[in-house]
């Protein structure tokens, strides 16, 4: 795992959003099944303008921290929120500094240790937007290699 602070310049996105809550874990049931959605309805096909075919993981709308309920939205970036096609939502994710975290191993549980390593550190979170990003190329078993975005205060 390897991580660096990068600006990231301001991103249009466009995706399928679920509202969820950490609450007796109830994001860890909700999550898994709104990648199924996301994969089983063929979403990344409805989304027009895509500036790739790389996918993200938006956490946004935090209530409060990651103790709170929260929206995730999975889709891709896109060049510009002039169609947004019905049943998904644009977001705009504004310039921001990030934590970038670059992740590979086995997955789920890279993943999953990413997020406790981040909940456990001292990170000086946002709880604005952050994003997983896998690569078009991603596969969970051949090719687990992605990153995790983590929305930090100025550096």
């Known amino acids: 795992m390897i991580s660096t602070l990068e ?19 109830q994001d860890r049931k909700d999550i898994p099944l709104h ?16 500036k790739s075919s790389a996918i993200l993981g938006l956490y946004t709308d935090y209530e409060d921290d990651y103790t709170k309920p929260y929206s995730f939205i999975i889709g891709c970036e896109v060049f510009s929120l002039d169609m947004i096609p ?13 934590e970038v975290i670059s992740v590979e191993g086995s ?17 000086q979170r946002t709880y604005r937007n952050d994003y997983e990003e896998y690569p078009a ?19």
Do not use: H
């Open 7 to 25: 600006k990231k310049a301001q991103k249009y996105f466009i995706g399928i959003e679920l509202r969820t809550t950490p609450q007796e874990g």
């Open 107 to 123: 997955f789920p549980e890279s993943l999953q240790a990413t997020w406790q390593m981040i909940w456990n550190s001292n990170l």
């Open 35 to 50: 990648w199924t959605k996301f994969f089983a309805e063929g979403v990344i096909d409805k989304i027009p303008n895509k």
């Open 86 to 98: 019905f049943g998904l939502v644009g977001k705009v994710i504004p310039e921001s500094d990030y």
């Open 137 to 155: 190329d991603f596969d969970p078993k051949n090719n687990p290699r992605y990153k995790v975005n983590i929305c930090i205060k100025s550096f």
